[in-house]
């Protein structure tokens, strides 16, 4: 038998390779299953987790004083831009007088982060943006693009009675066959629109649906599905029910906006894929006469039916 | 063997279990997407000198969203609509200023119909027609003008572009309608604009 050269750290030597064997399956299990778990079941960290750290510019010299302007002038250049803007994220893109946001909360110093996190879907959780995100126009697609605009140069000739849009308009989800959940969007007045506009939600169950820009994993967007089966799995409900748009012209009144929650109750679901969708109809008799008393000429009772997709349009997939 | 592993393996395996117990919460939870489609169209109308901020005699008053087709001597034919204000207010001029003009405020395609919500009094009838406007519009809008009833959707265009500028694109609608020996009557009928995102 051969001798062993420590005998009495054997045993600990023995040990300490069992430490290492399991520290190393440690390593690889945690790097295995709590890698993708983090970002699900970190609390949502306060906001500017992307804006790098190591800042090392305190003041940038001019480029008369300072050699790097000449040794490096497109990082110099990157490096008063940095100073000037940190993010680009302070401020509105459009630039409108401050009276046509003034019914709308201040504008988020981080607003564009969060904003490019909620479309990327990097964060889906509509609860975690507070009314000052998804009441600036700047939420929405297309304001910087084209609705600012036109505000800046208004139609003489022409004046907005009648828009509204929902946003987003579409939502995967992955469910189980018993499960709750709500789901949420935003109806808005469109660009220019001047008046109250009244309306209600009513659920429906199309027999078929397809994606716009997004598609399932499979790579597949269309549903085609009995609207009887999907009526007896889902219970959904939408709260408020009728809602008041407000103008959106020539100011953003507070209203102009809402968020609307939908409340989910999957039962006993056969797997597969279904589809739910909101419509937009006419208020309650109730409601509409309260408004138009209210806002008399400035009010529209609006919504009628549908064809085609729904305005809010949930693609179930259920395992 | 196992004996001389036992701690070791009795590590592991609780470790696993550990690490399976958030996996298996996460599998319970629903899993929610959005995508980031908006769907959304505005209409607007004529605006009529002073309609903005009426503050005289001769402007025509606040105005509402509502249009109106005015006959006086019971049969007429292509007859315009005009808003329904408090001193008579703009109206359609053919195809320059035409009674609706719709816009795609979303980032998906657009469709529209327009349909009655109950039948015409008799003696009169409605017909629609429309064109599409601005650089690069590619949408699809009637051709011969088609009639506007309550028992069929008219389709007055399809894929209509997002608005990536403000010079493209909307949709000119025009209305016209024919009287035939009406009398006596102002009726009421509500036009619901139905939309369809159609990418």
Known sequence: MKKKPHSTSHHGKKMGKEVWIGLAV????????????????????????????????????????DPFWTKYPDLMVRLQQYQEDPFEIAKRRCDLPPQVYAEVPPFPEDFYVQKLLFHLGKISDTNYFGENYWKQPEWY???????????????????AAVGYGTFPSEVIVLSRRND????????????????YQGMAFSVEYPPHGEL???????????????????KKYFDVSVDPVDVLLEPAFPVFQSGWTQKITVKVRAKDVKPGRYIVGINITPPSGAKNDEWFYKYKLDYIGTGGGSIGQTWYTMFFEVT | MVWKHFRLI?????????????LAEWANTAVIFNVPVDTGFTITLPLGAGEANASS?????PATADINFTCVTGTCTRVEPCLTTAFGGSCQAGAAVPIFQYTNAGNVNLSMTLIFNSSLPSGITVGVNSSASGVGNNAVTIGPEIPLNNSMEAMIFQELNTTASPACCSINVTLYANFTSVSGLVEQRLITHNSTNAN
Do not use: N
């Open chain 1, 141 to 159: 697609p297309m304001f910087d693009e084209s609705g600012c605009k036109l505000y800046q140069y208004p139609p003489t000739d022409r004046w």
């Open chain 1, 212 to 230: 716009k820009l997004s598609e399932f994993a499979d790579g597949t967007r269309t549903v085609d599905v009995d609207p009887e089966e999907t």
């Open chain 1, 26 to 65: 440690i390593a690889v299990l945690a790097l295995y299953f709590l890698g993708p778990l983090q970002d699900a079941f970190a609390p949502p960290a306060p906001v500017p987790t992307i804006i790098p750290t190591a800042i090392t510019v305190a003041t940038t010299p001019t480029p008369t004083e």
């Open chain 1, 180 to 195: 709750e959940y709500e789901t949420h969007f935003f109806i808005h007045s469109t660009w220019l629109v001047q008046t």
């Open chain 2, 10 to 22: 009795v590590f592991v395996a609780a470790f696993i279990a550990l690490a399976a117990m958030p």
């Open chain 2, 57 to 61: 005699a001769s402007d025509p008053g």
